[in-house]
C-alpha cells in the first residue's frame, strides 16, 4: 500500500463510521418512538366486563368518551349488589363484600347498620329476596370529584305472600383508581347516600288476580 493510499483508506474508514452511528442512531430513535406509541396504546384500553364477570380488553380512540359509561356501570353494578339479594347468608356477605370494595367508608356503614338491625339475618330467616331495577343515570361533573352521579331506580322485598315495591334516589361522587378483576371499572365510590327510598304499593301474591294497595312512605328497612 502506498503512501498516497493511507489518507484514503481513513477518510473511507471515518465516512463507513459516521454512516454506522447514523444508522445505529436511527434504529434507536426508531426502537424508542415505537415503545412510547405502544405505552399510549395500553394507556388508551378499556377494560370491560362481559355478562359471565370475566374481564376483557377493549381498545378506545379516546379513554375520556368510555369513561362516562363506566362511571354508569360502576354504580349501576354497586347497586345491584347491595339491593339484589337472596336468602342465602354466604351470597350476602359476598355482595357487601364486593360492595364495600368498590366504594368508601358510607357504604361500610350502611352495610353495618343494615346487619346491627337484623335486617340480613332477617331475610334469610324469613326466605325473602330482594330485586333491584335502574331506571336511569345521570352523570355530571363536580368541582371537587371526578364525577357526580344520580341513580334513579326501584327496589323490591319479595316474600311469600306479597311483594313490596318502592322508588329509589342515590346520590354518590366518584374518583379514578387503579383498575383490577373486581373494580375493573376503575372507580371508587364516595359519599354515597339514599336521597329517595319510598314505598310505591304491595302486590299480594295470593289469587290469580293480584291486588295492588299504595301505601303511605316507609324508610324503615333501608334507609340511610
Excluded at 360492595?99 to 335486617?119: H, I, M, Q, R, T
Aim: overall charge negative; hydrophobic content about 40%.
Amino acid at each position: 500500500m502506498g503512501t498516497n493510499d493511507i489518507p484514503a483508506t481513513f477518510k473511507l474508514v471515518k465516512f463507513i463510521m459516521v454512516c454506522v452511528t447514523v444508522a445505529v442512531t436511527g434504529l434507536t430513535i426508531w426502537v424508542l418512538k415505537a415503545t412510547f406509541d405502544s405505552a399510549d396504546e395500553e394507556r388508551n384500553s378499556v377494560y370491560v366486563v362481559d355478562s359471565r364477570n370475566t374481564l376483557k380488553l377493549a381498545l378506545a380512540e379516546n379513554v375520556s368518551v368510555n369513561r362516562v359509561a363506566e362511571a354508569e356501570a360502576h354504580v349501576k353494578r354497586l347497586h345491584e349488589l347491595l339491593f339484589i339479594l337472596s336468602p342465602d347468608i354466604e351470597f350476602i356477605k359476598k355482595n357487601v363484600r364486593i360492595a364495600e370494595y368498590l366504594a368508601g367508608s358510607d357504604v361500610k356503614n350502611y352495610c353495618n347498620s343494615l346487619s346491627e338491625k337484623g335486617f340480613y339475618n332477617s331475610l334469610v330467616a324469613n326466605g325473602v329476596s330482594t330485586e333491584f331495577l335502574c331506571d336511569s343515570i345521570a352523570v355530571g361533573g363536580d368541582s371537587r370529584y371526578e364525577y357526580k352521579v344520580t341513580l334513579y331506580g326501584k327496589t323490591s322485598m319479595v316474600y311469600n305472600d306479597k311483594i313490596i315495591f318502592k322508588s329509589l334516589v342515590t346520590e354518590s361522587f366518584l374518583e379514578s383508581c387503579v383498575r383490577d378483576e373486581m373494580d375493573p371499572q376503575g372507580f371508587i365510590v364516595e359519599a354515597w347516600r339514599i336521597v329517595k327510598n319510598e314505598e310505591l304499593g304491595v302486590v299480594n301474591r295470593t289469587g290469580y288476580m293480584p291486588d295492588i294497595t299504595v301505601a303511605e312512605s316507609d324508610t324503615t328497612v333501608l334507609n340511610e
